[in-house]
């Protein structure tokens, strides 16, 4: 049987690509008018924004999910379990995955996690991937010629989500498909993976600083572009919860996730207002940029969002921050090797199969703190029990 790895065809990122994407409901329904932009410095609501969207993946956050304790990338939350009959055929499999991408931390961690996971299945006898680079013409003819190949089933990350939907259903018709990750307007993959979703991430970083900055005080929010779904579902949330708070929006402003922009947008504002008594991130990976504009100034950090990034844990830990990191965990990577081989041994599986989002706080900071991983390590890679860890994601063992 060959090695998981020697069929590995990986193409090197080349361009800087946005973050993770959730799936558009596959019915449209109409966004929730704008509210009260004047007032609260928010601006007008997104067009991505869906209330009942909004509203399932807040109540998820309370709900248990179900599955082993230890293996928060084997559970589902609420999960609608579908029959797999129709895909059962017996091994060894040939897994096929068209990346959107390697070129963020974020995405490489997981793609580190995702080749261990295939490590692990000896009914896995051949896995083949092809990477994107970002590039929507590039993954259509990625999954044209995966198709060519004889995959017994096809996992995607979707680059974006409207250019991609044909070039997914046409291989539906051919294969079993499942998508992760970002999503598609199509519901014909056996099974979408994702955590909550981006509306939960933006509310867990938003109420945390209604609570911890004073009514009245000066929220800067930053924002790395405009039109990911994922991003906008996470400001929307913020919005949402910002403009029934009595708290200031004084700017919402695009990072491009540039660390160097980044500190400057903070410090334009410092000398702007004097004073920024809170700040919001959609994404983490340059929060420690941002915490550095208010050092330099000599300034005390105000209540702010990162991620799950060890850099980021790191700061917190070390400065002893007022700070929250609400998170899309990378163990994620793991669950379409796990229901690829569920679905082709014709076992059932969740329709949307939507994973745990943990949020780390001061109280749980120490157990996601990992001074040995590099400071772009997200904590949530769910990596720890596979073969290689820590050095295959780049730390140094203790």
Same mark, same amino acid.
């Given at each position: 049987m060959p090695r998981p790895e020697a069929a590995i065809a990986v193409l090197a990122a080349l361009v800087l690509a946005g973050c993770t994407t959730d799936r558009p409901t596959a019915t449209t329904q109409p966004a929730a008018p704008a509210t009260s932009a004047q007032g609260s410095g928010t601006g007008t609501q997104s067009k991505f924004f869906v209330?009942?969207?909004f509203d399932a993946q807040l109540a998820m956050r309370s709900q248990t999910p179900q599955g082993p304790a230890a293996k928060p990338w084997e559970q589902a939350i609420d999960p609608k379990m579908i029959d797999t009959a129709q895909?059962?055929?017996d091994g060894p499999y040939h897994l096929c995955f068209s990346n959107a991408a390697v070129n963020n931390p974020w995405r490489q961690v997981g793609w580190k996690t995702m080749q261990a996971e295939v490590g692990l299945h000896e009914e896995i006898g051949e896995f083949t991937a092809l990477d994107a680079e970002g590039k929507d013409d590039k993954q259509i003819s990625d999954i044209a010629e995966l198709q060519a190949k004889?995959?017994?089933a096809l996992i995607v990350s979707p680059n974006t989500t409207a250019t991609l939907t044909p070039a997914v259903t046409a291989a539906c018709a051919k294969?079993?498909?499942i998508v992760f990750d970002r999503g598609v307007e199509t +519901?014909?993959?056996?099974?979408?993976?994702k955590p909550i979703g981006g509306y939960a991430f933006g509310a867990d970083a938003a109420e945390f600083l209604t609570e911890k900055v004073p009514a009245g005080g000066k929220v800067l929010a930053l924002r790395i572009l405009p039109g990911v779904d994922v991003l906008e579902t996470r400001w929307s949330a913020a919005k949402v919860v910002f403009d029934r708070s009595r708290l200031q929006v004084v700017g919402v402003e695009f990072t491009d996730g540039d660390a160097a922009k980044t500190k400057s947008i903070v410090s334009d504002y410092i000398q702007r207002h004097g004073t920024i008594d809170g700040v919001w991130m959609d994404a983490g990976a340059t929060a420690v940029a941002a915490i550095e504009a208010f050092e330099d100034a000599g300034l005390p950090v105000p209540p702010i969002n990162g991620e799950d990034q060890q850099d980021f844990l790191q700061k917190w830990? +070390?400065?002893?921050l007022t700070a929250v990191a609400p998170t899309y965990p990378t163990y994620q990577w793991r669950t379409p090797i796990i229901a690829a081989l569920k679905i082709l041994k014709g076992e059932e599986v969740p329709e949307r199969w939507n994973l745990p989002q943990p949020k780390v706080t001061g109280d749980n900071l120490a157990d996601y703190l990992q001074p040995d991983m590099p400071p772009l390590h997200y904590a949530l890679c769910g990596c720890e029990d596979l073969p290689g860890f820590p050095e295959t994601w780049g730390g140094k063992k203790g």
């Open positions: 209330q009942a969207d895909y059962k055929k004889g995959c017994d294969v079993p498909v +519901d014909c993959p056996v099974t979408f993976i830990k +070390d400065a002893g």
